[in-house]
T-cell receptor, first 113, second 115 residues
Framework: GDSVTQMEGPVTLSEEAFLTINCTYT??????LFWYVQYPGEGLQLLLK?????DKGSNKGFEATYRKETTSFHLEKGSVQVSDSAVYFC????????????FGKGTLLTVNP | EAGVAQSPRYKIIEKRQSVAFWCNPI?????LYWYQQILGQGPKLLIQ????????DSQLPKDRFSAERLKGVDSTLKIQPAKLEDSAVYLC?????????????FGPGTRLTVT
């Protein structure tokens, strides 16, 4: 079956530090890949996505590249801000009958000023 | 536009009691999802509706959980009777359709505590 493995947290960084959150996947089909973010007290929001190999998703300074050869979709940001503190979820949708999302366990990021 | 609405936001019940959650998706969204998010884990799909028909309920514990989507709009998820392991956040999401790359929009969730 489908599964997503992402870097365990929590991750604590200082403002303006470089961020990487690793994500690898196993999928039965050709998946679309997503990063969702959950800010404190709020629902999940789509941060970025990529639907085919070598695509780069980007939003709000975050980037992730769909690497089919390494089955990875690592999230990166060059300079984090305090406002980026949240839980980040890697997810995939591999089609089948309903294109359901399969999530990783989430990574808590705390950015200190 | 208004987002996905859920109520209540918090609920505390004793085991063996029943509880119901309500979801109002974004207007015009044909596909509605209910997820269960246990503390420390990612959300897990419980049931997916396309309009008012069930697309996938393979991970719904049907001996105690039920869900319906009346007239293809609002949805309710019920647990009867609740167990301690049902303590979780229940998330509702909706999308315009189902398919490769469709974005799912999530509500704020209902946090259920079973004592």
């Amino acid at each position: 079956g489908d599964s997503v493995t992402q870097m365990e947290g929590p991750v604590t960084l200082s403002e303006e530090a470089f961020l990487t959150i690793n994500c690898t996947y196993t999928a039965t089909g050709y998946p679309s890949l997503f990063w969702y973010v959950q800010y404190p007290g709020e629902g999940l929001q789509l941060l970025l996505k990529a639907t085919k190999a070598d695509d780069k998703g980007s939003n709000k300074g975050f980037e992730a590249t769909y690497r089919k050869e390494t089955t990875s979709f690592h999230l990166e940001k060059g300079s984090v801000q305090v406002s980026d503190s949240a839980v980040y979820f890697c997810a995939l949708s591999s089609g089948g009958s309903n294109y359901k999302l399969t999530f990783g366990k989430g990574t808590l990021l705390t950015v200190n000023p | 536009e208004a987002g996905v609405a859920q109520s209540p936001r918090y609920k505390i019940i004793e085991k063996r009691q029943s509880v119901a959650f309500w979801c109002n998706p974004i207007s015009g969204h044909a596909t509605l999802y209910w997820y269960q998010q246990i503390l420390g884990q990612g959300p897990k799909l419980l049931i997916q509706f396309q309009n008012n028909g069930v697309v996938d309920d393979s991970q719904l514990p049907k001996d105690r959980f039920s869900a319906e989507r009346l007239k293809g709009v609002d949805s309710t998820l019920k647990i009867q009777p609740a167990k301690l392991e049902d303590s979780a956040v229940y998330l509702c999401a909706s999308s315009t359709g189902q398919g490769r790359g469709y974005e799912q929009y999530f509500g704020p969730g209902t946090r259920l505590t079973v004592t």
